[in-house]
């Protein structure tokens, strides 16, 4: 019932605004968000110089959207009265009355300026609330796999009891057979000892019976020539040997061994702590969509915002801004040949030059590139702006190789961004260099230094240091992938807003996603989602991960460009 007559409500027509009798709705007012008729409208706009749009039109419902209301907010102490200022001195919207009243020296800003910096701070809170949110759903998911390796490990410990305990008993059943055939064969020995000596005996008695029986006779029968003639026969010599053989002394017994006992882990084995397994997230990387370019190799991609990016090729020194749709169109083209590019917090680009000293700003909506700083006489390499906008630069020595001499240079220079160095790194506590070639940077939502640096031709690696120039991980492929020839072959490096990263390993046509602390989360070969040859590498403000890929040939300009949905 009740259901009902809330459908009857719902039906009745939203009267005006204004003079809450006609329902014939046709206006708005931008400025006051008020619904209005055509009587109302006209009296409306005699008294202010408000906006007035139509209702149904598409303009109305972007100003809408758009025009926020701050000059409508009543005071609170003076009930009549709107704000017209925000006191930050006090920290509160003041009206005319409050002003004169108790707010006149105070430090007074207008409500617009106020509301867009608070509105900032509120989407930089709402943005690490989310992030907050997907750290939780990370841990979430990592408390799952703990639990599964848990028990995993907790299965395979009782196992391992179990076939301890099973072989141990075996073993004890193996020696205890043999023990008793042991004694078995020496209670044979015994055995045989008695035997020949009971026969010895027989053998020494029957003799002795038959001489004896013999003697008795000759003495029996009293004639004196028996005796004469048979006594030389039984000379005291003639006595069979009553000696017999002795009996074995020694022989085997069994003694339990009982104290050992005590320490029968010595046998079976023992607890020993060990490290639990990690619970790691589980990651999805998934193509939703793929893109043709132009390129032999999109050696950089910079995703701008939702319609523009940048992407470079720096065997063509081509530079080109491209609008992204179903389709991308190059919108401007830009003969440059570029290491590193990377966004700074208006929006504009910093170019690290190839084989140059020099770093250039290129303002992006007019395309002009200028001077920005020089690390001469070095060169720089990889460049990244950091969210708290600082610039940090790899820098080499010019003609450096890989045989490091004393005069080599190879270091991370940080800069603000009126381009004054604030800090370096090149060496670490024990005075041991950090990087052999640093190539690409970026840095994590802990402030570290993320690094790829090459030790060689064909050994690459991932080196992480804190703002305290310490390393704290690195990481240099998986066996997984990275073998029988594999070699780990790094292009690019990007951070998540949660601290996961993410490299290329180009010729295996693979993505390492690594943890914050450096465990491996996932390496995916991608050739079955299309992805060969990844080469560079850009996260879009919506969190979706580019993929810029080489052609694979010398000749081509086909190479392709991938966005991916991540998932953690």
């Known amino acids: 019932m009740a259901f009902s007559q809330s459908i009857r ?43 007035i749009v139509d209702v149904k039109s598409s303009e109305a419902k972007q100003k809408s959207e758009h025009t926020i209301i ?45 509301y867009n910096e608070k509105k900032e701070t509120l989407k930089e809170l709402e943005s690490k609330f989310s992030d907050t949110f997907t750290l939780c759903k990370i841990e979430n998911s990592k408390v799952n796999d703990f639990k599964t390796k848990y028990e995993q490990f907790f299965a395979e410990s009782v196992q391992k009891i179990n076939q301890q305990e099973k072989l141990i008993i075996d073993e004890v059943r193996k020696y205890a057979q043999a023990l008793r055939e042991q004694l078995e064969s020496e209670k044979q020995r015994i055995e045989k000892s008695i035997t020949e000596k009971e026969k010895n005996i027989a053998e020494v008695k029957e003799n002795l019976l038959n001489k004896q029986s013999n003697l008795q006779e000759i003495l029996d029968s009293n004639q004196a020539a028996k005796v004469f003639s048979t006594y030389p026969e039984f000379s005291e010599k003639e006595i069979p040997n009553a000696s017999f053989k002795a009996f074995p002394e020694e022989t085997k017994d069994f003694f339990p061994t009982k104290e050992n ?9 023992s607890f020993q702590k060990t490290k639990l397994p990690k619970g790691l997230p589980k990651v999805n990387l998934d193509v939703i969509n793929s893109y043709t370019t132009d390129l032999n190799v999109v050696n950089r991609v910079l995703i701008q915002d939702n319609k523009t990016a940048w992407i470079s ?14 389709t991308i169109k190059i919108v401007k083209d830009i003969s440059v040949q570029i290491d590193d590019m990377s966004l700074t917090d208006n929006n504009d680009v910093l170019l690290s030059l190839f084989g140059s000293s020099d770093v250039s700003l290129l303002t992006t909506k007019t395309g002009e590139i ?51 160095q604030k800090q370096s790194y090149e060496y670490d ?8 070639a640093p190539i690409r940077i970026t840095s994590n939502v802990n402030n570290d230094i993320l690094v790829i640096d090459s030790t060689s031709i064909d050994d690459w690696r991932v080196v992480v240091i804190d703002r305290e120039g310490q390393v704290k991980w690195t990481y240099q492929g998986h066996p997984q992938v990275n073998s029988g020839g594999k070699l780990f072959n790094l292009r690019d490096i990007v951070t ?3 601290g996961h990263v993410i490299v290329t390993d180009c010729n295996n046509h693979a993505l390492h996603v690594l943890s914050r602390d450096g465990d491996l989360l996932t390496c995916k070969v991608m050739k079955d989602q299309g992805i060969i040859y990844p080469y560079s590498l850009d996260i879009d403000t919506k969190g979706q991960l ?20 991540m998932s953690f």
């Open 496 to 498: 998540t807003s949660v």
């Open 370 to 420: 200028k001077p920005f700083l020089s690390v001469s006489p070095l060169i720089t390499q990889g460049i990244h702006v950091t969210k708290h906008n600082e610039i940090i630069l790899c820098v080499v020595e010019k003609g450096g190789t890989y045989n490091l001499t004393d005069k080599s240079c190879r270091k991370v220079i940080i800069f603000g961004m009126n381009g004054k």
């Open 261 to 269: 006992l005590k320490t029968i882990s010595n046998l079976f084995g």
């Open 546 to 565: 580019w993929v810029g890929c080489h052609s694979g040939g010398e000749q081509r300009t086909d190479a392709k460009l991938h966005v991916m949905k």
């Open 9 to 51: 409500r719902a039906q009745i027509p939203k009267p005006c605004e204004l003079c809450e009798t006609d329902t014939n709705i046709k206006w708005k007012c931008v400025q006051c968000n008020k619904l209005m008729c055509d009587k109302c409208k006209k009296i409306h706009l005699k008294v202010l110089t408000h906006d």
């Open 313 to 326: 090729d720096i065997l063509k020194s081509t530079l080109h801004k491209i609008n992204i749709d179903d």
């Open 70 to 114: 701050t000059d409508n907010i009543p005071c609170q102490i003076h009930k009549r009265k709107l704000n017209c200022m925000f006191c930050r001195t006090c920290n509160q919207l003041v009206c005319t009355e409050c002003i004169t009243a108790s707010h006149k020296k105070h430090d007074l800003d207008s409500v617009d300026t106020v």
């Open 429 to 436: 506590k024990h005075k041991q260099r950090l990087f052999t």
